[in-house]
């Protein structure tokens, strides 16, 4: 359209080729309200753009190379580039991105790992999880060896005879010589036993193996949080599924990213 001889406002076709969007992605962008015509053509709802807004999608694009959704990228567009206002919300997109790079980090070494050994290593399949809290009942105790630990357990089974057949677990406080610090625990998800303890939930790795005593699981899977950029946040446990299947859980957290 021509206003005194000068264009000022372009067909929605024309403002695309102008600014390198697609017809599909100026559309989506007005019914998400990044990017409204200047005007609609009531009788054939054609859109027209104004001249004016050339400069808006360049900081839209802009905006859009460190927003990680269309919200966090409407409400950038909408502090109208003060510094004040916008600063705040480039440093959490910042935040989320670093913690997208760390994910993504974890995922090419799990790839990595396959690659070069063809099978996860030992046989092992790593899986890290987030938790809910579950209810349980425990019974913590100083021991002498690790193989205590199945008498403590039974001494918990003895005193909660409702939890017989509940699902059984260890934690591991502080596994320093001359002394095991160890709680054994049942799982009591109908709460039977009005238990209120709980066993911690939040992000654990973990794996799920044979019960064979010469196993290295312990070293295996404090190596692979090492090599994973997590590290370890809370006591390591284990959950026996049934006879001779184990779950090992290692409460994580993310290690700090870093982009050097």
């Avoid at 919300?89 to 990595?112: C, V, Y």
């Avoid at 008498?151 to 010589?177: Q, V, Y």
């Avoid at 160890?182 to 109908?190: H, I, P, T, V, Y």
């Avoid at 290295?216 to 446990?237: D, I, M, N, T």
């Amino acid at each position: 359209m021509l206003h005194d001889g000068i264009v000022n406002m372009l067909t929605i076709g024309q403002f695309s080729r102008f600014t390198g969007l697609s017809i599909k992605t100026l559309r989506f962008y007005d019914e998400a309200g990044l990017m409204k015509p200047a005007s609609v053509d009531r009788s054939n709802g054609y859109r027209h753009y104004s001249v004016e807004q050339l400069p808006e999608v360049h900081r839209l694009l802009a905006l859009k190379q460190a927003m990680t959704s269309i919200a966090d990228l409407k409400a950038a567009m909408s502090c109208n580039a003060s510094p004040q206002r916008l600063r705040p919300m480039l440093a959490e997109s910042k935040q989320r991105i670093e913690e997208q790079i760390a994910n993504l980090q974890g995922q090419l070494a799990w790839i990595n790992e396959q690659l070069a050994s063809g099978v996860a290593a030992k046989g092992y399949a790593v899986a890290v999880k987030r938790l809910h809290p579950q209810p349980v009942v425990s019974l913590r105790s100083s021991l002498a060896s690790y193989a205590e630990a199945e008498g403590l357990l039974e001494t918990l089974r003895s005193r909660n005879p409702k939890l017989r057949g509940a699902f059984a677990g260890s934690i591991w406080h502080d596994c320093s010589k001359p002394s095991i610090d160890c709680e054994a625990f049942l799982l009591d998800w109908n709460r039977t036993a009005n238990s209120q303890q709980s066993l911690e939930g939040g992000l654990v790795a973990s794996l799920i193996h044979p019960n064979d005593p010469d196993a290295a699981v312990f070293p295996f899977l404090s190596q692979w949080v090492r090599e994973h950029s997590y590290e370890l946040c809370g006591p390591k446990r284990e959950i026996e599924l049934r006879p001779g299947l184990i779950e090992v859980q290692f409460p994580v957290k993310r290690q700090p990213a870093s982009l050097s």
